[in-house]
């Protein structure tokens, strides 16, 4: 038998919630989903998307040490359209394992891919702390560096 795989959302921005929703929906069929409007990260998830910019706030990082904390092997994937060179590299050190940049259109099917990755993985992997996840992460944080270098060139060209 498969095991369950769950995820977080959270964020203040509905409409935002039931297009990430939507899209993990389509994406994993089997995913269970959880929604919240408020920056709650309690519970017991295997992935987790966050927003940055909560009620006025931003939270992501305080979010991303929390999780961290409780669930060490999870994924944390921060999605949100104020993500800029400081705040992601605060958000890697924090231990967040990618990032996805609501304005940018390819950054939501590379978050699903990531997504991808370390559910079959975490399935594959009979012990959820074992080398294959721990792979799966580290390949993840490689991608949230390439990211972080994307916005040093881009800004490097202004």
Known sequence: MLRSVSALLVDDDVWSLRLLAGMLRQCFPDLRIETR????????????????????NFMAEKLVRCIREARPHTLIIAVSATLDKETLKSLLAAGCNGACDKTVRSDLPQAMEITQRYIEALIASPAREGRGLRGVLASIRGLLREWNARLEHEAAQI
Do not use: H, R
């Open 37 to 56: 409007v408020t920056p709650d990260v309690s519970g017991d998830f295997d992935v987790y998307f966050i927003d940055n910019l909560i009620g006025g």
